[in-house]
């Protein structure tokens, strides 16, 4: 009998042989580490594999099955780090189990983390870095503008709420394994915290606009007949109160949306419409 096969009916005569510290313990550090070693040959490969080490160890004591659990984790992985974190906890449940002498190959467990990857990191993109950072960082800017001590602090909001996700849904998916992800893929409840979470991101971006973006123009029109001269922006505060700032908006989202998103060129772009229309006069 080998090391392994001990440990592993040690742990069966006492339960599960990973804790939920373990699990909470392996997110934490692969959410820490897990862009340090990015190549394009692995991206987060390195970071995965360095946070299951801890767990490797005690589940596999014989060097050699230590060697083959490193080579498996070391295949190509990128995802979100944090709607991603169910496949930490369903990885170490595969482990366990397989550490316990269940039929589980590696092809099964790099099979499962490749084919997970892609959409949570898709869930992640648009929940964590699409919404909720644009949010609070506008929301740190305001503060900051004001002069408010607390602008900076409020950053910390981002790294705080995404290690409260990222400990309970690796936990999560270690619970349930793989059944947990087809629940949440399929149980609608992704779905609506998105369109939530789109929409109020809109309407903050939109009351950002208006409060923050400054853009008006001093054109007006004497016409000499003894009257008040034409203020062209009297007339469009008339119509629409911030609708300079609201076009400019508008369009470099079109732009953004149909030409280019080189945010470079749209920077020189603003510059040098802001130079022209200042020395025109018309803004």
């Known amino acids: 009998m080998t090391e392994t096969q001990k440990t592993a009916e040690a742990g069966t005569e006492t339960g599960k042989l990973i804790t939920e510290k373990d699990i909470r313990r392996n997110w934490l550090t692969y959410y820490m580490v897990a862009e340090m070693g990015i190549s394009y040959?692995?991206?987060?490969?390195?970071?995965?594999?360095?946070?299951?080490?801890?767990?490797?160890?005690?589940l596999y004591s014989d060097p050699e099955d230590m060697k083959e659990a490193?080579?498996?984790?070391?295949?190509?992985?990128?995802?979100?780090?944090?709607?991603?974190?169910?496949?930490n906890g369903i990885v170490i449940a595969m482990e366990e189990q397989k550490a316990k002498g269940e039929p589980i190959t590696d092809k099964s467990i790099t099979g499962m983390k490749t084919g997970l990857m892609g959409p949570l990191a898709g869930i992640g993109d648009s929940i964590d870095w699409a919404t909720l950072k644009p949010i609070i960082?506008?929301?740190?800017?305001?503060?900051?503008?004001?002069?408010?001590?607390?602008?900076?602090?409020?950053?910390?909001?981002l790294p705080l709420i995404q290690i409260l996700i990222g400990l309970r849904l690796s936990v999560y998916g270690y619970r349930t394994?793989?059944?947990?992800?087809?629940?949440?893929?399929?149980?609608?409840?992704?779905k609506d915290l998105i369109v939530g979470a789109s929409t109020l991101g809109l309407f903050m971006m939109g009351a950002l606009s208006s409060t923050y973006v400054k853009l008006s123009t001093p054109l007006q029109?004497?016409?000499?007949?003894?009257?008040?001269?034409?203020?062209?922006?009297?007339?469009?505060?008339?119509?629409?109160?911030?609708?300079?700032?609201?076009?400019?908006?508008?369009?470099?989202?079109?732009?953004?949306?149909?030409?280019?998103?080189?945010?470079?060129?749209?920077?020189?772009?603003?510059?040098?419409?802001?130079?022209?229309?200042?020395?025109?006069?018309?803004?």
């Not at 960082?137 to 909001?157: E, K, M, Y």
């Open 177 to 190: 394994g793989k059944a947990s992800i087809r629940e949440l893929l399929h149980s609608g409840r992704i």
């Open 221 to 283: 029109f004497d016409f000499g007949n003894g009257n008040e001269p034409f203020v062209l922006q009297n007339i469009l505060d008339g119509i629409i109160p911030g609708l300079l700032p609201l076009l400019a908006v508008l369009g470099l989202y079109w732009w953004l949306n149909k030409k280019s998103q080189n945010f470079t060129v749209i920077m020189l772009m603003i510059i040098a419409v802001s130079i022209l229309g200042a020395f025109t006069g018309i803004f």
């Open 41 to 58: 040959e692995r991206l987060q490969a390195l970071g995965f594999t360095t946070a299951m080490i801890p767990v490797l160890k005690k």
């Open 137 to 157: 960082f506008a929301l740190a800017a305001t503060l900051s503008a004001t002069g408010s001590i607390i602008g900076p602090f409020v950053l910390l909001l």
């Open 70 to 87: 490193l080579k498996r984790h070391l295949v190509f992985y990128n995802t979100e780090a944090v709607f991603g974190s169910p496949v």
